[in-house]
């Protein structure tokens, strides 16, 4: 079984400062997707950023970025120059290539909280 | 507008009242399935359907039960409600397989007394 760990429950970071969340899996897979997911206070689960596991150059969606470490199975969000609006839940997700079922292990969350 | 629409969005009942959450999407999509969110436990996928007619349990099936008779539907259903289940509960969809992406709806807050 897969499991997924943030180990940073909280966390607040100045506005326009940069700030990076943690993220480290296990599994025994080799074909596998990550994810982060943005929960705002509205509840919406919103996809920030994915990786394909084969892929060794790491995703990058406007201000967010990530640092896949494959052999170290570390999946840290980057995310510059942040703003008011980046404040929510995070939430790191894994998923392996399964013929049928696309499950998503998640992580438990880091809140992050933007400062004016 | 592509989106997964949850009904209700907010729902108070009291213990063994049978209730269902229901699940629509118009994507066309192949693959639906819900997730109970709780505090310091993130997400945990109830059950999911690989297509219509096929669904299979997830990791927390227990006391839940789902149909699948048309694509587009996918409703939880909630026999006897307890209030161990009073969460967060969220419907996704994806083309499947291999996509490696799901669409998620708005959230179902339910509480059970």
């Known amino acids: 079984a897969q499991t997924v760990t943030q180990s940073q429950p909280e966390m607040s970071v100045q506005e326009a400062e940069t700030v990076t969340l943690s993220c480290t899996y296990d599994?025994?897979?080799?074909?596998?997707?990550l994810f982060w997911y943005k929960q705002p206070p509205s509840r919406q689960m919103i996809l920030v950023i994915r990786?394909?596991?084969?892929?060794?150059q790491n995703a990058t969606e406007n201000r967010f970025s990530v640092n896949f470490q494959k052999a170290a199975k570390s999946f840290s969000l980057k995310i510059s120059d942040s703003q008011l609006g980046d404040t929510a839940m995070y939430f790191c997700?894994?998923?392996?290539?399964?013929?049928?079922?696309?499950?998503?292990?998640f992580g438990t969350g880091t809140r992050l909280t933007i400062i004016p | 507008e592509a989106q997964v629409t949850q009904n209700p969005r907010y729902l108070i009942t009291v213990t063994g009242k049978k209730l269902t959450v229901t699940c629509s999407q118009n994507?066309?999509?192949?693959?639906m399935s819900w997730y109970r969110q709780d505090p310091g436990l993130g997400l945990r996928q109830i059950y999911y359907?690989?297509?219509?007619?096929?669904?299979d349990k997830g990791d927390v099936p227990e006391g839940y039960k789902v149909s699948r008779k048309e694509k587009r539907n996918f409703p939880l259903i909630l026999e006897s409600p307890s209030p161990n289940q009073t969460s967060l509960y969220f419907c996704?969809?994806?083309?499947?397989?291999?996509?490696?992406?799901?669409?998620f709806g708005e959230g179902s807050r339910l509480t059970v007394l």
């Open positions: 996704a969809s994806s083309t499947g397989p291999y996509t490696g992406e799901l669409f």
């Open positions: 599994t025994s897979e080799n074909n596998y997707y």
């Open positions: 990786q394909e596991a084969y892929k060794q």
């Open positions: 997700a894994f998923m392996k290539q399964d013929f049928g079922n696309e499950k998503l292990t």
């Open positions: 994507m066309n999509h192949e693959y």
């Open positions: 359907s690989m297509n219509v007619e096929v669904t």
